[in-house]
Structures are given as C-alpha cells and as structure tokens.
C-alpha cells in the first residue's frame, strides 16, 4: 500500500466559494486558471479523473473526467445513507487508480467508534472509468440505506475548462440499460448494474441519479459500481497499441531517497504514452496533465532523450512520428516551414487566454497543428545523434536521415532567416506563441529589471542546441556517407563565434551568457537558468564553462530543490513567476547533465538539490514550483496551476541517476563508461536494468565512489 494521506474533516478542497453552481466564476469575479495542487489524479492517457481528496468530483476548477481534449463528467458525487462519507484518507494504488477511505456517520451502532466505512475505489483505463464503492459494516445489526451518486455531464472544450470557464451540463440524449450522451464525434456512456438510475435537476442544472438501495450484514461488504466509457472519434491521439518495451530500472542505493523517486517516475511515465490515431504502434510521451496530454515537440523530445538509458525503442517512435509531421511548406497562420519540427498537435484549435499580467497581451489560438517553436528541429537532430550513440541501429537510423537533412537545413535556412547566424523567432501570424523557448509564457524573456524584450529574439540555449545539432547532425549523416554536411559545420563555425561576441555580458558578480538578444540585437541582460542548457553543446570554451557552471550553484540561482529559472538578485525575480523565478525539476535536470558532461564538481551540489525535491515530491514531481530558498522553507513550495505528472520532470529521475553515474555511452565505439560525482553522495549504489545497444547495462558504486560497469 502507499502512503495514506489525511484529508480535513469536511473534505473540501479548492476554491469553492467563487463559483455558482455551475462551476463558472460568481458575477463580478474575473476567470481564474484552475488550481491543481491539492487535488487527486487518476490517470491513463488519454484520460484523466481529478477531484478533491475525499474523492469527491465537484462543479468547479478542473475538477472532472476529462478524455481527450473534452471534460466529460463535471460531476460525480457520493452520498451514503443520504451524507457524504466523512473522509479519513486516501491512497494511490497505482498512478491508475486511487481508493478514498471514509466513514459513514450517520450509520451503524451508537457510540464514538465509526462501524460503517465507505472505500471508492476509481480506476481509469484508456476511454474507461470505473467507480466502485464498497459498504463495510462491523455493526451489531443489519445496516440498510441508500447508496447515490450524482453525476453531471457538461462535455466542455479543455481550452474552455483551463481558462476557468465551465459549460453547462446536459441530459442524456439516449436512455436505455445504458444513458448515452452524444455531441458530434463524442460520446458519453453510463452503465451501473442493479441501479435505479434518473434525471433530476439540481437548480438548472440535469444531474443524473444512480442509486442503489443496499443491505449490508453484520460483518459484511457490499459493492456497487459505475462505468462511464469516453470516446471521441476525430481525436489525434489515443493510447499505444503495445505496452512500453523501455526498461524499468532496479536500485539499491545507501540514500534510500533514490530507489522510490525512480520507480514512482517510470510508473508515471508509462501513464503518460500516447500515440496518434494513424499510428497506434508508434508511442510518444505526452507532455503531462491535465492540460497537455498530446503530441508536444519540444517535451516529447526532451523526455525521450533523458530516457535514454531505459532502452532506444521511445526515442525511435518519437522521432519517427515528428518526422512523419515534418514541416514541408511555409505557412505563416501555423509557422509551418519546410524541415522545421512541430511544437503541438490538437483535434481542433486551441484557445489561449490573455496573460493579464503582460501589457499587450491578448487571446491566442493555436492552430490544430502548430510548428511555432524554435527549439523542436535542433532538438530532434539532438535526440537520433544520441539515440544512436545509445544503440539505436543502423536499420532505424538510416530512414531519418533525409528529416535530419530537411532539420539542419531548416537552422541555415529559416531558423537562421536573417542570414547573422543565430536562430531566432517571431509570431508573425498575431495568434500564435510570443515566445517559442521552452520559457514560453509572455512574460518570460525579461532584463534584469523586469522589462521585456521585443522580437524577434534568439535565446542563449537556443544558439547552444543549435551549434551541437549542426556538428554532430554533420558527423551522423557523414558516418552514414551522406555528403553536403560542410555547409552545416560552416554555418555552426560562425554561429559559435557570434555568440562569443554578442552574448557575453557582465555583473558585479562576472561573466554570463545574457539570456537573448532582443530585436535590435542587444543583450537582454539578466541571468537565467537558460545558461544551464549551454553546458555540454561546446559552445563554450573552457572560460565560459566555469563561468556558467559557477553561477549556476550560487545561491541567488541555486534555491537548494533545484536552480531558479531567473536569479533572486534580480528586480524581475518572483519566487511563483512561472518562467521567472521558480524552479523547473527537467530545467535542473539539464543543467546537472551538461555539468556532468563537462565533469564539473558542481554535479554534486545540483543533484542534491534535484534529489530533494523529487523526494519531497513523493517521486511525482510537478511542472515547477516556487523558488523559495530550502532554508527559508523545509519542503518545496507548490505553483498551484503545475501540471503533474509532467513528462519531462518525471524524466528527470533518470537525468539525475545518470548524471551521478557519469555515464558516457558510445554503443557504435563499443564504449561505455562510467564515472561517479566525487565525492560520491549516495553511498554503495547498485543500479541494474539499463540498457545500451539492447543490452543490459548495470552499474555497482561503492562507499568511495569506484564503480564497476557491466555491460553484455
């Protein structure tokens, strides 16, 4: 069993007291982004059941069944004997279902000891929830009462549920053994065996009310229960047809932090697969819940290439299927460009609310299929570079060698699309992204005052990706003797020495890489965590190394659970901005695995601090969270609107295992190595179930720090 966790009293949970009924915000207060952090997930992508944790499903925030990218059910709550269940606790069971423990009060014997205990237990499988409920009695006499649920169907847009907004719930347009609820492609289906089962409306809103009328023996247990199948036939993604083949690694460590970290992320890494409709065979990992459970370029990339280690089989679907959706025209409404990789894939548009707090901003819509991003092509060259390092065969290479053409001719030739050198972007469609880095909000790319930089803008990693993508793209297509690559090693050769002059700024402090330049080619100077990403693409020289490696893990970057995504010197800094000052569990990761490439003893600091937050987080790290100090507060402080699980953060557990290691893999060489952080922090470590080349790999690291690597 998992941790049981303590639920106040009444069970109430979120923001319930500025919503009507309907869950939409009360008259006079503005649309709110729902919070997530004190709610229960239930998970198995492409759905998704939150709700509070006395397991209750209320009108309000994102609380709901949600299957691809609809809300479902708005509503589903438990009475028993005419009460809520008065909640105790709950505990996972799987990322797949969650039991919620209660007691029913107003049953059973007199007295001050609870007699009846109510367990729900949800399970969601892909277009499949099932809600069990068990009465279990130790009363003296037969207990008999009612059993209800009360469930709303509203089928809202997702974009509408993240941007605080609810539709209205609708009567079942079909009512048989099964109530059936249809709109277009959608539909909602309703069985619950021995049920009485009817429509009421709870103000004007038609609620559905299953109910069973039960009698449960002394000593006894009875069970109910519902099932509620989604499905939407036009939707883009839908769970794979095969179960993952990437390993799961096994871990006896003397920091007994690292085993449950790892195990509770690959556990929720295999709920994130997806893949699209037309291709059920090729897996994907979804970028993360409740939000972004599709095909994201840039989160699907980075998670398949930190996942490396496990096996070479998701990071060869994963470039397969951006491959299949690589840019082929131009087209300036979907910032599709010929080579370029996409940043997002939906069934319809999607809808983005304006961010208040950014002069200028305003609402945006996303095409269905949208390449607005700067990152995904480098990126993608990086993943089949590493990827066959790691064993990716000659067999699975070779037929995306042409997209890794189309990709590094895409840098020279769009992404570089003033001829200077350096990528950059800028939305020229008005509905698209501002900012297309990873720091993608629109506030993100800020001076050290909290100014903003106008575009088009090209970020310090970005050139960083970039330089790496180009010259190890080069040795990749040469190895396979494909020529033509001189023009990319050129075009890299220049880059590195423009950045060297126009990046480099200084503080009181020193020297650092300013975070971008703006549009009229000035440093936007403030230090960020986006310096971190530049450690390993040699685009530093040996200076510029120390340089970056130092600021990182100084105190104003480092927070003691991972490194700011802005320095706290600066006036810009908020410890809750969401690209600005928190702390992001893959941008650590990132920054620990380039100072490990670079064998920086700065390894050391950064892992401890990513450690700490991963097991402060249960091993389910979320999107971010605050930047505040680890000495002014013990445990992390949440972001309350954080994704969990995010993909790239779960990711994280594995950057963090071999970054410690200092894993240097080079499969085709027939070269595997490792060499641990010193001083080495976890004590004797034995790591088992990592494959290179399809073979198993293991690594065993003693009170010293001396390893010893098996491998075939």
């Not at 800028?426 to 106008?454: C, I, P, Y």
Request: charged letters at 20%; glycine letters at 10%; proline letters at 7%.
């Amino acid at each position: 069993m998992g941790q049981v966790h303590a639920v106040d009293g009444d069970g109430t949970t979120g923001d319930r007291t500025t919503a009507t009924s309907t869950g939409s915000p009360a008259t006079g207060t503005a649309l709110r982004q729902p919070w997530l952090h004190d709610l229960v997930l239930v998970l198995a992508a492409p759905t998704q059941a939150w709700s509070g944790a006395d397991g209750q499903v209320r009108r309000g925030g994102v609380q709901g069944v949600l299957h691809a990218d609809r809300r479902m059910l708005a509503r589903c709550v438990l009475t028993v004997g005419g009460e809520e269940p008065a909640p105790v606790g709950h505990h996972g069971d799987g990322g797949d279902a969650h039991v919620f423990l209660g007691v029913a009060r107003g049953l059973g014997d007199p007295g001050p000891d609870p007699t009846v205990r109510v367990e729900r237990r949800r399970e969601v499988e892909p277009g499949l929830l099932r809600e069990q409920v068990a009465l279990v009695s130790t009363a003296t006499s037969a207990v008999e009462c009612d059993v209800e649920l009360r469930v709303a169907v509203d089928l809202t847009p997702l974009d509408d549920v993240k941007a605080g907004r609810s539709g209205t719930a609708t009567p079942p347009t079909e009512v048989g053994p099964e109530l059936v609820w249809r709109d277009g492609a959608v539909r909602v289906g309703l069985r619950a065996h021995g049920a009485e089962a009817r429509v009421e409306h709870d103000g004007p809103e038609p609620v559905v009310v299953v109910r069973w009328r039960v009698q449960v023996a002394p000593g006894g247990t009875v069970a109910r229960e519902l099932l509620v199948s989604l499905a939407d036939d036009h939707a883009v993604v839908v769970s794979p047809a095969r179960p993952a083949t990437w390993a799961a690694p096994e871990l006896r460590s003397a920091d007994r932090r690292l085993a449950p970290v790892v195990e509770q992320a690959v556990a929720d890494l295999r709920l994130l697969r997806l893949a699209t409709a037309d291709a059920r065979d090729e897996e994907f990992l979804a970028a993360g819940a409740p939000w972004f459970l599709t095909l994201f370029g840039r989160d699907s990339l980075w998670a398949a290439r930190m996942l490396l280690p496990l096996g070479t089989e998701l990071a060869a679907s994963t470039l397969r299927v951006l491959a299949r959706r690589q840019g082929r025209g131009v087209d300036p409404d979907t910032a599709e460009e010929p080579g370029k990789i996409l940043h997002e894939v939906r069934g319809q548009a999607f809808h983005l609310a304006a961010e208040a707090h950014v002069v200028g901003s305003a609402d945006r819509s996303l095409p269905p299929v949208y390449y607005g991003t700067i990152d995904a092509t480098p990126l993608w060259a990086l993943t089949l570079h590493d990827a066959h390092r790691w064993g990716l065969g000659d067999d699975e290479v070779a037929p995306l060698l042409p997209a890794l053409e189309g990709a590094l001719t895409w840098l020279v030739e769009h992404g570089d699309a003033d001829g200077d050198h350096l990528l950059e972007y800028v939305d020229t469609s008005g509905h698209g992204l501002s900012n297309q880095g990873w720091k993608d909000s629109g506030d993100a790319v800020r001076r050290v005052d909290g100014s903003l930089a106008h575009p088009p803008v090209a970020l310090c990693e970005v050139q960083g990706y970039a330089y790496a993508a180009a010259l190890r793209g080069a040795d990749l297509l040469e190895r396979f003797g494909r020529g033509g690559t001189d023009r990319y090693r050129e075009w890299a050769g220049r880059l590195r020495a423009e950045f060297a002059r126009r990046f480099w700024v200084e503080d009181a402090v020193g020297p650092f890489p300013a975070i971008a330049l703006d549009g009229d080619k000035r440093p936007v100077v403030s230090l960020t965590s986006n310096v971190g990403h530049l450690l390993g693409t040699g685009l530093l020289d040996a200076d510029g190394v120390d340089a970056v490696a130092r600021r990182l893990v100084a105190p104003d970057m480092l927070s003691g659970f991972g490194i700011r995504t802005m320095s706290s010197a600066a006036a810009g800094y908020s410890p809750t901005g969401y690209h600005v000052g928190s702390v992001w569990p893959h941008d650590t990761a990132i920054c620990l695995a380039g100072l490990a490439a670079e064998g920086r003893a700065e390894v050391a600091p950064v892992a401890e601090a990513l450690l700490a937050s991963l097991h402060a987080f249960d091993g389910r790290p979320p999107e971010l969270f605050a930047g505040d100090a680890r000495s002014a507060h013990p445990v992390p402080v949440p972001y309350p609107a954080a994704c969990r699980p995010q993909a790239w953060s779960a990711a994280a557990a594995v950057t963090l295992l071999s970054s410690v290691l200092g894993l240097s893999v080079d499969v085709p060489a027939g070269h595997v190595s490792a060499s641990p952080v010193a001083p080495w922090p976890l004590g004797a470590t034995v790591v088992e179930g990592l494959r290179a080349g399809g073979d198993p790999l293991a690594v065993a690291v003693d009170d010293a720090g001396a390893a010893e690597v098996t491998w075939r």
